[in-house]
């Protein structure tokens, strides 16, 4: 062989190496999880320290193995076609099939497919020579951004647009790779439900407000404090639709320690903020954080009382609940068994969606006590059955009419949907 071929097979090769690299130091780099790159940081790894710096830039490292792609190939096509220039037809064919064969799997498909698999080795094989391919090709990167530059397609001009979706689809392999806690899953999502939830969803139902009318006297309301727990209470004139504002009991206290038992609640009481049941949860916590208040009356599309809410129990969204020594030791939801849980009857359907991936439907009703209430068709029992599909719901205890604590079952743990039409007609 003579000297000009070597000097081209040669070149071939090396073309062959530029392209290998770029190949896999760009999927490694794409494949490799920030958690990985952290590991080998804390372990002295000083190629994680170069990966890092590359992956800080991410349009420079983009274009770069691109353009590294890019001119390995030129100059492989420029070389190869100089080489089989003076051979015959046949050795030509030959040699020409070989290179496809040999360029397509070291070049592109082997590279790529060792990186996906073993993305930490590939990293620290590949990243030093990369750096030094990417000095190389520095010139080019940079007339390029001068030609973007102008049309707007340097990166920063045109950010990124990241779905909901993609956002929690990278907080569960988060979670999946040790970087996310299931907690900071759990709030992560919390807070993007959080503005697609109605206060209605949320807030202390009407039967379960803790009030007092304004006609009781301040020994009434102490004790009202004592016994609830609570540091705020919506005082009310006949009943709880007329309610006249909150008494706080940092208002009352001084003047029982002053001996002043006799001032009228009214006299003490703030002004209440009222809202509307459809208001979203985050537009109502930005309401109330500018008010400088904690909490709201809200108030149903007939200007009735239907409950109300403070900021705990907004917070309680995204962070979870937040059990205080007056709250009840007893969880709202307890799973007792592979298949078997215990709700609040309280406890929104998202939530009992969530805890048992099942698909309760019902557009009339939040909670599981209304689902339940809603199948029942009548006043509930303590041991009544409901039944949708394979999921079974059974009155555990009642307070009042309504059922306070519900038993679920799964007959087949792969069941997932039940629905419960609101307004089906099946005459």
Known sequence: MDPA????????????????????????LSTISRHRMNTLLENGERRANV??????????????????????????????????????????????????????????????TLATAYPDSMVLWTVRPL?????????????????????????????LIVTEEELKLMVNVGEEEGVIEAEERDMIEGIFEFSDTAVREVMVPRIDIVGLAATASMEEALNLFISAGHSRLPIYDESI?????????????????DGLRDAPLRSLVRQSYFVPDSIKVDDLMRALQSRKVHMAI?????????GL????????????????????????????????WLFDGRVSIDAVNDATELTLINDDVD?????????LGSM???????????????????????PQRLRLSLAHAEHEFAEVGSNTDDG
């Open 5 to 28: 071929s070597s000097l081209e097979l040669l070149g071939l090769a090396m073309c062959l190496i530029i392209v290998s690299v770029a190949s896999a130091a760009e999927a490694a």
């Open 51 to 112: 990966a890092m710096r590359l992956l800080e830039d991410p349009y420079h490292l983009r274009i770069g193995t691109l353009l590294l792609s890019t001119v390995g190939t030129i100059g492989a096509t420029a070389l190869l076609l100089t080489f089989v220039a003076n051979r015959t037809g046949w050795q030509q064919a030959s040699f020409l099939l070989i290179f496809l064969l040999v360029w397509l799997t070291i070049g592109t498909t082997l590279p790529k």
């Open 131 to 159: 750096r030094i391919l990417l000095w190389l090709v520095a010139p080019m990167q940079w007339l390029l951004r001068q030609i973007a530059r102008p049309i707007g397609l340097v990166t920063g001009q045109h950010p």
């Open 241 to 257: 639709d007329h309610v006249l504002g909150v008494l706080y009991a940092k208002d009352l206290f001084p003047l029982l320690r």
């Open 298 to 306: 809200i108030v149903d599309e007939y200007g009735s009382t239907a």
């Open 309 to 340: 809410v403070t900021i705990e129990d907004l917070l309680e969204e995204i962070v979870g609940e937040i059990q205080d020594e007056f709250d009840s030791e007893e969880a709202p939801i307890q799973q007792v068994g592979p298949h078997e």
């Open 367 to 375: 909670s599981l006590g209304g689902f339940v209430l809603s199948m």
């Open 380 to 402: 509930p029992k303590v041991g009544d059955v409901i039944q949708a599909g394979d999921t079974t719901i059974e009155v555990v205890t009642i307070q009042g009419l309504r």
